[in-house]
């Protein structure tokens, strides 16, 4: 269990804010890794819920609160964190717990399930890695179709050439789940976002997170600009795939 030292949550007045994750090198997942059992873990469930399960809920409701207005025209759901058990049904690997915690702000438009719609932000702390994304990581058929006519269309295309380059000046990665070998049927093989076609999802990485800020409230921020510069991207996708 954390030492109160150590205690991750603290409150102005009856509201509590995020200070910070336990650590900055996941040190709790790195442990959990090597000791990926039930009885470990329920020895340790209070250093997971201290630590890092009820901070994650408080930064993703604090970024929630300061990214509204970089949203005109779309809503923000409520934050969701994934839960820790892995769904070990159909694995190989029958290890019961992930060696990260991740979680979401989804959109909200029109009673459009939330694998429909973009996510405005995805934050992942783990044993390995800790990062900030945005967008549509794997999109259902029906919304793969709509952004593949958008990224073709003249008008639509040309705008999401002019956010994407304004994001890879500012050091965001542009990535998705998967990526074609070939321009899909239906479209010239020489477009000019012949690139973009061949996507089945559309996500921006975060620039890489500053050494030991995971740690400190000031993650908060952090998070939020940079919620705030992908913004005009997730928008695009929520219309594009609408």
């Not at 239906?186 to 012949?194: E, L, N, T, V």
């Not at 620039?207 to 695009?236: I, N, Q």
Request: charge should be positive; proline fraction near 6%.
């Amino acid at each position: 269990m954390l030492p109160p030292s150590r205690a991750r949550i603290y409150y102005a007045g009856l509201m509590p804010r995020f200070e910070g994750f336990a650590d900055a090198d996941g040190r709790f997942f790195k442990a959990l890794a090597k000791h990926n059992e039930k009885n470990w873990f329920s020895a340790h469930k209070a250093e997971f819920e201290e630590g890092w399960n009820a901070p994650m809920k408080l930064l993703l409701s604090d970024v929630k609160q300061k990214i509204d207005h970089a949203y005109p025209h779309c809503d923000l759901d409520e934050p969701k964190v994934f839960r820790i058990f892995r769904d070990v049904r159909f694995s190989k690997d029958k290890a019961p717990y992930k060696t990260h915690i991740g979680g979401y702000i989804p959109l909200r438009r029109g009673g459009r399930k939330a694998t429909d719609l973009p996510m405005a932000l995805y934050f992942h702390a783990g044993a390995t890695e800790m990062f900030g994304a945005a967008g549509h990581y794997m999109m259902q058929p029906e919304g793969l179709a709509r952004f593949r006519a958008a990224v073709a269309a003249s008008s639509s295309g040309a705008e999401l050439d002019r956010i994407l380059r304004k994001l890879a000046f500012k050091g965001f990665v542009t990535g998705s789940h998967e990526e074609l070998k070939r321009v899909p049927k239906g479209y010239d093989p020489d477009h000019s976002r012949a690139h973009l076609l061949k996507r089945k999802g559309l996500v921006v990485t975060f620039p890489d997170l500053p050494k030991g800020l995971a740690a400190k409230s000031a993650l908060t921020k952090w998070v939020t600009d940079a919620c705030k510069t992908a913004a005009p991207l997730v928008e695009w996708l929520a219309f594009a795939t609408a």
